[in-house]
DNA sequence: ATCAATATTTTTAATTATTAAATTATTTAT
DNA sequence: ATAAATAATTTAATAATTAAAAATATTGAT
């Protein structure tokens, strides 16, 4: 299904920037507003920030991408959702990559759930990506 | 081994706005710079946020302290360092609580760690919180 | 206890990320 | 093709965080 079924589907409406900003994260995994701004634009040559902002969040609330916010970084966006993945994410350049969960069920298990009604369980594995680990060990450095 | 001696030990030096940030977050734990702030505040009846700020990310750097940023809140800081655990937030309210880990070695294990060198599994469990439970089924809202 | 060196705090300001409101343009259903 | 509903642009504001310079406090040596 194409991203103007998808809109539909959901009821809403298709407009050359919300088909511009879903392109633009399909072809650019794990970017921030800002990296998705610039992408539509080369597409569109034109198109507000604010409208990137609006549509991402309205895409977050139905369930067409997902959002989450590692330390250090701005909001991350990405359009694989539905699924029950997490994410490795280096410590040294930031780079992001998606891992896959133990169970294909969400692992949404916790040993103390302190009577929380959990739906969700997000996981950031922090470390050293292949790349970085092949610098200079005396350049990695925290966020 | 009091915050004077933490500081000490770790070679930084020893300030009124650094014991009553550290005083603060140990009593308001899972806090915002901003709760800090107010908190400092209430102690000296003067401080800045900037320095609040500084201190923060100092301590952050020397392991005192840690940093965590659920999606839709600001960074949430907490003194508990040096064991592996987690957080319950719920989606209703915001509140944060700590979750033990399942193993008292850290989960590090990524079924799919693509050649990522790992040291650190951070785990957000969403959900809603037992208060929150028991409110009006229809006020429960995503951020 | 005092002094110099160093580090921290305050003050003032800037930047970055994100959201809001009003007006104009586009999309959708008819 | 038109009207009503929705979205985009423009202009602006807010929130979170960081920066730089000047003033002050802390530390370690005397």
Redesign the interface.
């Known amino acids: 299904m194409d991203f103007q079924q998808q809109l539909k589907s959901l009821g809403m409406s298709v407009t050359p920037v919300r088909l511009a900003v879903l392109e633009a994260l399909n072809e650019n995994p794990h970017s921030e507003a800002s990296r998705i701004f610039q992408a539509v634009q080369d597409k569109l040559h034109t198109a507000s920030i604010q409208a990137v902002y609006k549509n991402l969040n309205a895409f977050v609330?139905h369930g067409l991408i997902k959002?989450?916010?590692?330390?250090g970084m701005s909001?991350i966006y990405e359009t694989r959702v539905g699924d029950n993945h997490?994410h490795?994410v280096?410590?040294s350049c930031g780079l992001i990559?998606d891992?896959?969960?133990?169970d294909t069920a969400p692992c949404?298990?916790?040993?103390?759930?302190?009577?929380?009604?959990?739906?969700?369980?997000?996981?950031?594995?922090?470390?050293?990506?292949?790349t970085c680990?092949n610098k200079h060990h005396s350049e990695i450095g925290?966020t």
Do not use: N, Y
């Not at 959002?67 to 330390?71: D, L, S, T």
């Not at 916790?110 to 594995?125: L, R, V, Y």
């Open positions: 609330e959002e989450f916010r590692p330390k909001a997490h490795l280096c410590r990559e891992t896959d969960c133990i949404l298990t916790s040993t103390d759930p302190k009577d929380f009604k959990i739906d969700e369980a997000e996981i950031i594995f922090w470390g050293i990506c292949p680990q925290e």
